[in-house]
C-alpha cells in the first residue's frame, strides 16, 4: 500500500538550532512529495513541494526539504529554528494515476524553546 | 484571491439535529476535498470530487454523512442525523491537478460540536 510515515510524534529543538523534522515513503512509481503546517486553530497551509529536478526544494518561512530516493524520504529542515515555528506539521504523498488525493503522514508536533 | 472558505466557522447542536456544512473552493480548481480532523483519529479524507463528480467516498464514516458538488465553485458536507462522536474541525480542500500543481490550499475549517 502506498503510505507515508512520521515516525517521531513530537520533535523539541532550542531556538537557533537548526531542526529536522522526518518522513518516509513506501510508493511505487515516483511520487509528489509535500509538506504542510497548521498552527493551532488554522487549516494546513502548504509549504513545499518535491515533483521532479533538484532534490533540494526551497519553501516557505525558510524551510527546506531534500528528496533522497535511496532512503525514501523527505526530510523537512530549517538551518535555524524560531518560536514561532512551533506547530504541526505533515508530509503528504501524491500518486501519479492513482487518483487526485494526497496521503498524509500523522504529523509531528514541533515546539521551538527560548 | 479570497482562499478557500468554509461557513460555518463553529457550529454547536443536538444530537439527532441536521448539519450542513459549506465550502467554496479556489477558483479554477477542479478537485475538491472533504477532511475530518480529530485528537484521536488524526487528519482523514472522507470524499473528494474532480470536475464536481464524486471520486473516492470510501472515508465518509456512514449513511448519515452525504457530500454534494452541484457545481465547480460550491460544496456541502450534510451529517443526519448528528451524533457527540460526529465532533471535529471539518476542513475543505481545493486543488488544481495537473502540470506540476497539485498541492492543496485547505479552508479554515468548521468546528462541529454535537451535545
Known amino acids: 500500500a502506498q503510505s507515508v510515515a512520521q515516525p517521531e510524534d513530537q520533535v523539541n529543538v532550542a531556538e537557533g538550532n537548526p531542526l529536522t523534522v522526518k518522513c518516509t515513503y513506501s510508493?511505487?512509481?515516483?511520487?509528489?512529495l509535500f509538506w504542510y503546517v497548521q498552527y493551532p486553530n488554522r487549516g494546513l497551509q502548504f509549504l513545499l513541494k518535491?515533483?521532479?529536478?533538484?532534490?533540494l526544494v526551497k519553501g516557505s518561512y525558510g524551510f527546506e526539504a531534500e528528496f533522497n530516493k535511496s532512503q525514501t524520504s523527505f526530510h523537512l529542515k530549517k538551518p535555524s529554528a524560531l518560536v514561532s515555528d512551533s506547530a504541526l506539521y505533515f508530509c503528504a504523498v501524491f500518486i501519479p494515476g492513482g487518483g487526485n488525493k494526497l496521503t498524509f503522514g500523522t504529523g509531528t508536533q514541533l515546539k521551538v524553546e527560548l | 484571491d479570497a482562499g478557500v472558505i468554509q461557513s460555518p466557522r463553529h457550529e454547536v447542536t443536538e444530537m439527532g439535529q441536521e448539519v450542513t456544512l459549506r465550502c467554496k473552493p479556489i477558483s479554477g480548481h477542479n478537485s475538491l476535498f472533504w477532511y475530518r480532523q480529530t485528537m484521536m483519529r488524526g487528519l482523514e479524507l472522507l470524499i473528494y470530487f474532480n470536475n464536481n463528480v464524486p471520486i473516492d467516498d470510501s472515508g465518509m464514516p456512514e449513511d448519515r454523512f452525504s457530500a454534494k458538488m452541484p457545481n465547480a465553485s460550491f460544496s456541502t458536507l450534510k451529517i443526519q442525523p448528528s451524533e457527540p462522536r460526529d465532533s471535529a474541525v471539518y476542513f475543505c480542500a481545493s486543488s488544481l491537478v495537473g502540470g506540476v500543481a497539485y498541492e492543496q490550499y485547505f479552508g479554515p475549517g468548521t468546528r462541529l460540536t454535537v451535545t
Open positions: 510508493v511505487s512509481g515516483n511520487p509528489y
Open positions: 518535491y515533483i521532479t529536478g533538484d532534490n
